[in-house]
């Protein structure tokens, strides 16, 4: 089956605007976009997106995919957005099964951004099975905490958006920015989709940049799921580790803290989850047979002062 | 008309858990509370929210404001929260007209938390009309950031929370936080709905922490909405925006930045964003009249040193 047809439609990440500060001086800065994404279906509205636009078919495919209305990249023949009209077309190849069935149940989630799941996701989970031996060393994990603190982002120059990243290991795949962190997972689980994967770790996924979907040799597509980190620079909600799983993804890890029901969805799929990971510290909530532990790697300990 | 009847459900704001830190050592720490609460308007289920549960029921009813379903708490008649089952069970006293039809439009925001606003509400901004006379000074606004530091919460005990308050000048009235940004400032709206207003401000509000809704003598209710500040923690989204504007609260400040769709809307209605709020420093995004610079108080300069 071949990949489906995606645009590469493109609009600026960031505005300039002029803003007052405390010192009663007018300065410039950078704000980052926030713009209205509404999805059609085989012509049929769905939902708008509000996103800051980096990478929209991405979106729309993952959107699709981690709301479960589409079961894999099979499913779409083309998504076509135009910034100009702020929409997104969806052609699929069959159609979308008792499409208004399945959108009419919502929960509001917690999460920063795309807040919206239609049907049960919880019911899902229990079917969802993620591979047993997959474990990350403490040397890696401060690795990916160092990548992420050296990419050059939206996030430096106009703040206010969430990052998430893919790993394979230590090694930086795909790093997304958005103004909602849940389009922001959605965003690279629709490149997941567009970069298919085999049952053996035994190559590697294309370098970051490198876009199969839209031409060129297709690339060796050959790593599992199963040896992938997700970061986010946002909490571990129920919604998050909801996703991670969904996508397969056995190992979370977040700038940010957890929730209770978070914490909860992870025990019960056997995710790892670390969170307030910066520099040395972390906290490893669940999972922590996947955590191998390095604990020389973590420097001195700091005591109080008597 | 009286006042709707609320409940008053209260479930643990945080949990326990044992973690493991990066010396490979056992923790343990507590991690918010994140439960489902879906909410039940005349026996028919419109929408379940993911929320800390701090105040259930000013968040079930302000949810129903900003969504527009309902014009004000006349509608209600009663609110019931059962956390065993995690419901909210809402008795309206005539129906809601077209509900069908108003709960089909799926706008999934960039907001943390509740992201799913129903119908347009960005049709509606254009109908607001923010008092033209409310101004802050700059004093206020240092005060009104050191009132949020020094409040005792969630967040210091267990991280993982958005704060919402609602001021009146610098005295704070009401302190929320939930899992979501979004739930904050739809129970500050329960809140507000709650406490009715008359159009001078001749009077004050109930103190924090007494509960008009919840018995003993009405209160003095005699401030106008207009004369609120809207404090944040989270980013000034276009959601955010609007839904302070549909409060009638003219000036929000938060600790973090700005969209370039929450910028786009505060411009339109005027009012007044202020983002970046830590300590002495911040920046007025728009409706800078709003705002009485005193940068005397602002410290001195910092420069870089050649």
């Not at 493109?10 to 505005?15: D, V």
């Not at 040395?280 to 191998?292: D, M």
Request: proline fraction near 6%.
């Amino acid at each position: 089956m071949p990949l489906p047809h995606l645009t590469q439609a493109r609009a600026p990440l960031t505005r300039e605007v002029e803003v007052m500060n405390q010192h009663g001086e007018r300065e410039t800065i950078s704000i980052p976009a926030e713009r209205d994404l509404t999805v059609y279906v085989d012509k049929r509205e769905l939902v708008t997106l509000m996103t800051l636009g980096a990478h929209p078919e991405w979106l729309v495919l993952g959107y699709l995919l981690n709301q479960r209305l589409i079961a894999s990249s099979d499913d779409i023949e083309s998504i076509t957005v135009d910034w100009e009209v702020g929409a997104a077309s969806v052609k699929t190849r069959h159609g979308i099964d008792h499409i208004e069935e399945r959108t009419s149940k919502r929960v509001v989630t917690t999460g920063c951004g795309q807040g919206s799941v239609f049907g049960n996701l919880m019911d899902e989970i229990d079917s969802i099975q993620l591979p047993a031996n997959m474990v990350l060393r403490q040397s890696q994990l401060y690795a990916i905490v160092n990548a992420i603190r050296l990419k050059e982002s939206t996030y430096k120059s106009a703040g206010s958006v969430h990052a998430c990243a893919l790993f394979r290991g230590d090694e930086l795949q795909l790093f997304v920015e958005d103004v909602g962190r849940h389009n922001a997972v959605d965003t690279i689980a629709g490149w997941m989709a567009m970069t298919p994967t085999l049952p053996t770790a035994c190559g590697s996924l294309p370098p970051e940049g490198a876009d199969p979907a839209w031409g060129g040799p297709a690339p060796d597509r050959t790593a599992p799921t199963g040896d992938k980190i997700f970061y986010t620079t946002g909490r571990l909600t129920s919604e998050m580790v909801i996703k991670s799983a969904q996508m397969g993804v056995p190992i979370v890890v977040s700038r940010s803290g957890i929730t209770q029901m978070g914490h909860a969805v992870a025990e019960r799929v056997g995710l790892c989850t670390i969170g307030r990971a910066t520099n040395k510290h972390f906290l490893c909530y669940t999972g922590v047979q996947r955590l191998q532990l390095q604990p020389e790697l973590a420097g001195p300990k700091l005591r109080a002062v008597a």
